[in-house]
């Protein structure tokens, strides 16, 4: 009850009090009991006015409940430099974010060339797919600790989760980022991921200047490597120096039917000139097949095989293959690629190159050896540059100056870009399509040649428009003449990526 309710309470039980002695004292004057009422109600009319006023001088003393306690914190919405948002706690330990990617491509095979009857393809399809479709969520765990979820919604990733060609996850680890910031920079990473063992694999594939990844580079990381592969890996990095070594295991989606393939990769590259206007990035890589993939064919046979689609993803026929490496006789024992790295830019111009050497190894026959390589460049008309990201390694896209618009009249970047790449899987073919003896070790997988032509538009940080001309050339011997071909194709590529 509050001290005026109870002013009012007293008031009335006072009246009361008046009027019950008046009428007990019927011989006093009526007069005089009115008087006497009217000064008693006086009386309290002044004690409730005091009451009143110092009720008042205490609220205006006392400071406002909302003063006294500050507002709690609330979570925010957070933006990256590539305009990912994300919500983080007051604290900023926890975080929840998304992240979407969408690589649209449609292309044509304007000419193919077979070189014989014997070609295989005879053909080459032109078409229009969703190279990428991929959407997911990414951030942090109490501070110290990292994760990432992706699922390609595309029907056409590299060699699809499990050897598919349909939807599946890319990307599901946890990251330990607890000794990053110390005197000895860690982190720790665990689950299905892209594995940074080369160079190019290391480039985001929203970063890499073409299309595609050369078929060099391509065939090294599908051994051990590569897209939406799980493993185990612990890598360090500076400014300057990037250092990793990975345990992997198979690709997400690969049935448990038979015996699953294991590997190791590592990587180690250090900025050798690092100014603003310009770098040069050296590196050496390694990777290792500790144990061949398993497959029915009838019998339980280790067997792998190195191919790729000629630099394009329009159509699924590989004219480079070796065919299965492995029979039930001489199954393969293991296989090893060593790579080296070369990048660099000068201001506006940007050069990246790679060579590869692969070892495969089969019980009972002599080793096989093959070779790759390509060289890159890029020239930037509207003058960014590409810069190194310590984090990966490797090197990202250009951020426009002057995004696209028509209102401010800014006309995004242009770049042109070319490249060559070469790669052998050759080995003793005169034995592989003659038949050999029983024991030969010849293989014929074809030599491949790519030169690509290509101009990038970057409206803004988000948005991409890539034109790609290709000449390509492939020798294969087969036992009734060649088996290679020539083409050419051209091909586009809307981006959106955050």
């Known amino acids: 009850m509050t001290a005026r309710n109870r002013l009012f309470c ?27 009422l009217h000064q008693q109600i006086q009386q309290l009319q002044q004690q409730l006015q005091s009451l009143q006023t110092r009720v008042n001088t205490q609220a205006q003393q006392a400071p406002p409940a909302e003063a006294a306690s500050a507002a709690a914190p609330a979570p925010h919405i957070t ?14 330990r926890y975080s929840i974010g998304l992240t ?48 990432t979820f992706v699922y390609d919604f595309g029907g056409t990733n590299d060699s699809g989760p499990g050897g598919t060609n349909g939807p599946g996850i890319e990307k599901a680890y946890l990251t330990y980022n607890g000794l990053y910031k110390g005197p000895y920079p860690l982190a720790f990473d665990l689950g299905y991921q892209d594995v940074p063992f080369t160079l190019d694999e290391a480039t985001s594939s929203n970063d890499i200047l073409f299309m595609e990844k050369s078929s060099s580079q391509a065939v090294a990381a599908g051994i051990a490597a590569g897209d939406n592969r799980s493993a ?36 180690l590259t250090y900025q050798v000139i690092q100014a603003p206007d310009y770098s040069l990035h050296l590196g050496i890589n390694a990777e290792g097949l500790l144990k061949a993939p398993t497959t029915d064919t009838p019998a339980e046979v280790r067997s792998i095989s190195l191919s790729d689609r000629p630099e394009l993803r329009i159509d699924t026929s590989s004219l480079l293959s070796t065919g ?14 060593y790579g080296v790295e070369l990048a660099g830019n000068y201001q506006n111009l940007f050069i990246q190159s790679e060579g590869f050497n692969y070892n495969v190894s089969r019980e009972g026959l002599p080793a096989n050896t093959f070779w ?22 490797a090197y990202g896209s250009i951020n426009p100056a002057h995004p696209f618009s028509l209102s401010s009249m800014g006309i995004g970047a242009w770049e042109l870009a070319a490249r060559y790449s070469y790669i052998n899987l050759d080995d003793n073919t005169g034995s592989a399509i003659a038949g050999g003896a029983p024991k030969s070790n010849g293989v014929a997988g074809g030599r491949q040649q790519v030169v690509t032509l290509g101009v990038n538009w970057y409206p803004n940080n988000n948005v991409r428009f890539t034109l790609n001309y290709l000449h390509g050339v492939v020798d294969k011997p087969a036992a009734a003449g060649e088996a290679g071909a020539s083409f050419d194709a051209v091909a586009v590529r809307t981006q959106i990526a955050f």
């Open 232 to 267: 185990f890996g612990v890598r360090s990095n500076d400014n300057r120096y990037w250092a990793g070594i990975y345990l992997t295991g198979p690709v997400s989606g690969t049935t448990h039917a038979f015996p699953q393939q294991y590997g190791a990769t590592g990587r």
């Open 10 to 36: 007293g008031v009335a039980i006072c009246a009361l009090f008046a009027a019950g002695e008046a009428s007990a004292q019927t011989d006093a004057p009526v007069s005089t009991q009115m008087q006497q």
């Open 324 to 337: 299965a490496l492995g029979t039930a006789t001489n199954p393969v024992d293991n296989a090893a690629v």
């Open 100 to 147: 979407m990617q969408l690589h649209f491509d449609a292309g044509d095979y304007v000419n193919y060339h077979p070189d014989s009857k014997v070609t295989s393809p005879h053909d080459l399809n032109s078409g229009i797919n969703a190279r990428r479709a991929r959407f997911g969520f990414l951030g942090k765990l109490d501070g110290d600790w990292a994760y």
């Open 79 to 92: 933006q990256s430099p590539g305009n990912r948002f994300s919500i983080e706690s007051p604290d900023g």
């Open 372 to 393: 790759g390589a390509y060289v890159e460049g890029a020239w930037t008309l509207t003058g960014e540059e590409h810069h190194y990201i310590p984090a990966s390694g």
